[in-house]
């Protein structure tokens, strides 16, 4: 492997995107660029839940319509794994509002509004975020550790 470390990161589409059929053109994008799926599943987020995972956000005037958006239907919860994976999945998320993200972004692509950006990824710039997300989400018996075919030829 020549750059970056190997890392988990969690993602999920919104229940905007997945009312919209956009689980597969998000899928892709990741997975395509050479990231490994390791979890996924579809999940009805609770209040109880939805505070905990935007507790940094619960001084915010946004906090009440986040926590019923993010509750309001189904999400597909995912962890990714590659070099680098949390910066970089940000960096293909786009910026938070959609009519600030660049096109080629998923959000700059996908979406339209601030509050309803299709897609979350853990913060690059909060440390311990990708783990402490993983774990809110996850149980360890549903990530699975394996190679993919062609990881020789996505690292040098
Ligand atoms: P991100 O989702 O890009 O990590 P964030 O962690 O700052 O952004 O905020 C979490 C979510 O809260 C974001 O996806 C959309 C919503 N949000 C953020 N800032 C907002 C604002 N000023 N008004 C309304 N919703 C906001
Ligand atoms: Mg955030």
Do not use: C
């Amino acid at each position: 492997m020549s750059s970056g470390e190997r890392e988990r990161t969690f993602v999920m589409v919104k229940p905007d995107a997945v009312q919209r059929g956009l689980i597969g053109e998000i899928v892709s994008r990741l997975e395509s660029r050479g990231l490994k799926l390791v979890g996924g599943k579809l999940i009805e987020i609770n209040r109880e839940l939805a505070e905990e995972h935007y507790a940094e956000h619960s001084d915010k005037g946004f906090f009440e319509d986040l926590v019923e958006f993010i509750t309001a239907g189904p999400a597909f919860a995912m962890v990714w794994e590659g070099a680098d994976v949390t910066r970089q999945v940000r960096e293909m998320m786009g910026a938070t509002d959609p009519a600030e993200a660049a096109p080629g972004t998923i959000r700059g692509d996908l979406a339209l509004d601030l509050g309803r950006n299709a897609i979350h990824g853990s913060d690059h710039e909060d440390p311990g975020s990708n783990e402490r997300e993983i774990d809110l989400f996850f149980d360890e018996g549903e990530l699975i550790e394996y190679e993919r075919i062609d990881e020789s030829w996505l690292y040098e």
